[in-house]
């Protein structure tokens, strides 16, 4: 079983930074694909970033292409999302997953989940 916990969120002016982190627990992520998630209120939880086992292959949404970058460290058992240039609309709860074939996969392909961190961005 794999576990996962995110840290990293909080509140930030738009034009601001920050990065967040999902540490795993219990079981080594090296051979799985990795994504970042996030559900604003009244909205369905969308695909932010995938990257796949080594870090050679990444997918991002539209909406972040250019501000974001997520990378991981499988010796740390850690995945990292780099997010530059917030704005209001990157308010949400993110959530981190393992365990997809590829960067390409539905949602539902993501066999672990961890509880999410909030991130306000302030206009």
């Known amino acids: 079983q794999v576990q996962l916990v995110e840290s990293g969120g909080g509140l930030v002016q738009a034009g601001g930074s920050l990065r967040l982190s999902c540490a795993a627990s219990?079981?080594?992520?090296?051979?799985?694909?990795m994504g970042w998630f996030r559900q604003a209120p009244g909205k369905e939880r969308e695909l932010v970033a995938a990257?796949?086992?080594?870090?050679?292959?990444?997918n991002y949404a539209d909406s972040v292409k250019g501000r974001f970058t997520i990378s991981r460290d499988n010796a740390k058992n850690t995945v990292y999302l780099q997010m530059n240039s917030l704005k209001p609309e990157d308010t949400a709860v993110y959530a981190c997953?393992?365990?997809?074939?590829?960067?390409?996969?539905?949602?539902?392909?993501?066999?672990?989940w961890g509880q999410g961190t909030q991130v306000t961005v302030s206009s």
């Open positions: 997953a393992a365990g997809a074939s590829s960067v390409y996969a539905d949602q539902v392909e993501y066999a672990y």
């Open positions: 219990r079981r080594p992520l090296s051979w799985r694909t």
């Open positions: 990257i796949n086992w080594n870090g050679g292959n990444t």
